[in-house]
């Protein structure tokens, strides 16, 4: 009797242990996510930080699940949220969340801030933001603290798999180049010298990531700037796209696509994934009753002309169907434009994602 009950002990036991190694397994081989970037992206580092640009109180989140401000400029999911979603993880949590630590630390992080660009001097007007060489830094540390969990060769290795968002570039234009008239940059160059120089820039972000460990990256482009409701309020006669912004996106992308090219060749790999979130957005903006919308020139929260004016606060008009609205506020697509931006990253063709989109990647890794 005591045989076979120490027997049958010893089986339950052994159940158990490979239950608990089964529940592990999932956070070791899990594939880490990180994100850089600006409010496209960010999900609630600002929340933390004394500064002007913030997305921490209602209307945004109203269609979040805890339907609660989370930071996200948006009134529910992120274009990160949504890509964890289809890389069946957990959403990154905000680098400077209290919550990140411990066994949080191998889903990834997000790094990113809104108001920041490719330039120091991009929103200066906001004060106090991450700008994009301290998320390079915060990164660093970020695989000094996963280091201390699982070792130094384990972190360099969850790193290395890692799947890379970083979303730069439009405000550079929206926020500095053609923030004011005469803005000091416009002064200093024509608009095409200008896009050369901010590509140079965003060449040595793109290669200090590499030296940092990233090799799946997802570089996103400008979206139609002038195409936002802000721009159409503040630059259109007719509400047609302000043509400057246009220009200036239609400049900056292909050689945005040309770069990372040259990136890829230096690599010998595709490190470098080329989203091109411009022509993503210009489907649904150009016929929007074909994906849904009722309109994608008036924003759901905001005011004045196109509800473009000033900032998504409780005493701006809100839409009652954000599932109409391709954008949330007077910058940012709604969840539902994410949602389609997100299905193009996954399973987009070269037009709009290349040399391959998400699905491939996850495919060949």
């Not at 901010?198 to 990531?209: D, N, V």
Request: hydrophobic share 40%; with cysteine.
């Amino acid at each position: 009797m005591y045989l076979y009950a120490s027997m049958a002990n010893t089986s339950v036991l052994v159940m158990v242990l490979i239950a608990l190694l089964g529940s592990l397994t999932p956070l070791t081989e899990a594939r880490a996510f990180f994100v850089f970037g600006d409010s496209l992206v960010d999900s609630g580092n600002n929340n933390y930080l004394v500064t002007s640009a913030r997305a921490d109180s209602p209307p945004y989140g109203i269609d979040y699940p805890t339907h609660r401000a989370t930071g996200r400029f948006s009134n529910g999911l992120n274009i990160p949220d949504l890509i964890s979603e289809k890389i069946k993880s957990e959403p990154t949590l905000p680098y400077l969340s209290p919550q990140l630590s411990g066994k949080k630390l191998l889903v990834g992080a997000n790094f990113a801030s809104a108001g920041i660009g490719i330039l120091n001097d991009t929103g200066i007007q906001f004060l106090n933001i991450i700008r994009i060489y301290t998320q390079l830094e915060y990164f660093q540390q970020y695989q000094r603290r996963l280091g201390a969990i699982v070792g130094a060769q384990k972190a360099k290795a969850i790193v290395n798999k890692a799947l890379v968002l970083i979303t730069l570039g439009g405000n550079d234009f929206v926020n500095n180049y053609y923030l004011v008239p005469n803005s000091a940059r416009s002064r200093q160059f024509a608009l095409p010298d200008y896009v050369r120089y901010l590509i140079s820039e965003y060449q040595k972000i793109l290669m200090r990531l590499y030296e940092l460990g990233a090799r799946r990256i997802i570089v996103t482009g400008t979206g139609p700037m002038g195409c936002v409701p802000a721009e159409r309020a503040m630059r259109s006669r007719n509400g047609e796209c302000a043509a400057e912004l246009q220009l200036a996106a239609r400049l900056f992308n292909p050689q945005l696509l040309q770069m990372i090219k040259g990136l890829n060749n230096k690599c010998h790999a595709d490190v470098f994934i080329a989203a091109n979130t411009k022509e993503m957005h210009m489907s649904f903006i150009t016929d929007p009753q074909a994906f849904g919308f009722t309109t994608s020139k008036v924003a759901c929260c905001g005011q004045g002309p196109y509800n473009g004016l000033g900032l998504c606060t409780v005493l701006s008009n809100l839409c009652s169907n954000r599932g109409q609205y391709a954008f949330w506020d007077p910058f940012h697509p709604s969840e539902k434009a994410n949602r389609l931006i997100v299905d193009q990253i996954m399973g987009g063709s070269t037009k709009y994602m290349n040399p391959m989109n998400l699905s491939t990647i996850l495919a060949l890794d």
